[in-house]
């Protein structure tokens, strides 16, 4: 589920739809966690598919590290990719502001800890070499989202949260520790679903 104070406008042709802020958003809050109403499929069931349903199907998926394809139900799977991305992954199944975000300013994601099955090539973004998200970035990349989840987490406790009620009842202890300061986060490596695709991209 998105935070209630975002929405979907279109951007544009080549892009077309993406999630906005509607009204501030300090970092540290919680601005997307799975819930209920996500869809989740597995990969024998997704194979199995029509080939244009399943296309339609995996251009909105990402998969969790028990290799389950999962389908957002609502505003969320429209999220656009960015390697300067507003939002930082946790390993407890949801995603926080990684910095504030204004009203106006687009909601978007780092495709590299969605454990993706094949390359996903990107627009040029300044202040980044990176020019496609890869199968096993999270292999590459978890030291510097740890570090933002990390920091992220330090504000948890001083703004409003208004999806916190959903948190996964496995996780809501370890993440009040975390936000007291009691406990370190874990690393996002533990999300990491190694594919036979991200296999042959690590090699």
Not at 33 to 57: K, N, P, T
């Amino acid at each position: 589920m998105m935070h209630p104070h975002t929405e979907l406008r279109f951007i544009d042709e080549s892009i077309g739809y993406g999630v906005f802020a509607t009204q501030f958003i300090p970092k540290g809050t919680i601005t997307w966690i799975l819930d209920e109403l996500d869809q989740r499929f597995d990969e024998a069931y997704v194979m199995s598919l029509d080939l244009l349903l399943r296309d339609r199907l995996l251009k909105y998926c990402f998969r969790d590290e028990h290799g389950q394809y999962i389908l957002c139900w609502d505003i969320a799977r429209y999220v656009n990719h960015s390697f300067n991305s507003t939002l930082i992954a946790t390993p407890y199944k949801f995603e926080l502001a990684a910095r504030d975000i204004f009203p106006g300013d687009e909601i978007t994601d780092d495709y590299g800890y969605f454990n993706l099955d094949q390359p996903f090539y990107c627009l040029p973004e300044p202040n980044t070499t990176r020019t496609k998200v890869m199968p096993d970035d999270m292999l590459h990349y978890y030291p510097e989202w740890d570090r933002q989840a990390s920091e992220a987490m330090q504000y948890f406790n001083r703004v409003e949260q208004p999806l916190k009620h959903l948190i996964d009842p496995v996780h809501y202890a370890k993440v009040n520790a975390i936000a007291s300061g009691k406990a370190a986060i874990d690393s996002i490596l533990t999300c990491y679903y190694q594919t036979p695709n991200s296999l042959k991209a690590a090699s």
